[in-house]
């Protein structure tokens, strides 16, 4: 067996995984290696160390450290401490979310607005529109159109065959 085979073993050993042939080969192993001897006894003090310090954990009383928490979350008494009167809302706190839904209700209907408009401003534009348009001629093409600037409703009429002359 050689040392890789032999550390391999000695985790299998630590979980009892090791048949009785492989325990034998593994102790004769350890028997004549100064490296695997450390690697066992530094594995073996580690585990017994670990096991020593788990057992001297000491658990909390579950039902003592939640009536603790509920306490603390209802803004409790803590030991020593002494409270006279519960603590209550004024009655500006009970304003401020009135308050600021109004704000925020205000904001959304100034920010809606667009721009130069409000209650103040000049009633909507008309809307410009031609009933028919009419144009001399069977070739004649038109078209119309509302200029944005000036909000002109525009009619260009052209003949499609003009008379060259």
């Known amino acids: 067996m050689n040392c ?30 100064g490296d695997c001897q ?23 009383d579950a039902e003592r450290e939640w009536h ?24 500006l706190t009970w304003l401020t979310v009135p308050l600021a ?18 209650p103040a401003a000049s009633p909507a534009p008309h809307v410009a529109r031609a009933e028919s348009v009419q144009a001399p001629g069977r070739n004649t093409s038109t078209m119309v159109y509302v200029d944005d600037k000036s909000g002109w409703l525009i009619v260009w009429a052209s003949d499609a065959n003009p008379k060259q002359g």
């Open 4 to 33: 890789r085979e032999a550390q391999n073993h000695i985790l299998a050993e630590r979980d009892g995984a090791l048949a009785e042939t492989e325990r034998a080969a593994l102790m004769s192993h350890v028997e004549h290696c």
């Open 38 to 60: 450390r690697i066992r006894a530094d594995l073996i003090s580690a585990l017994t160390h670990w096991k020593m310090r788990a057992q001297a954990v000491v658990v909390p």
């Open 68 to 91: 603790a928490v509920r306490r603390q979350l209802r803004g409790g008494v803590e030991a020593g401490e002494v409270r006279l009167t519960p603590r209550r809302p004024g009655w």
């Open 101 to 118: 839904a109004a704000s925020a209700l205000a904001l959304a209907l100034f920010i809606s607005l667009p721009s130069g408009e409000g």
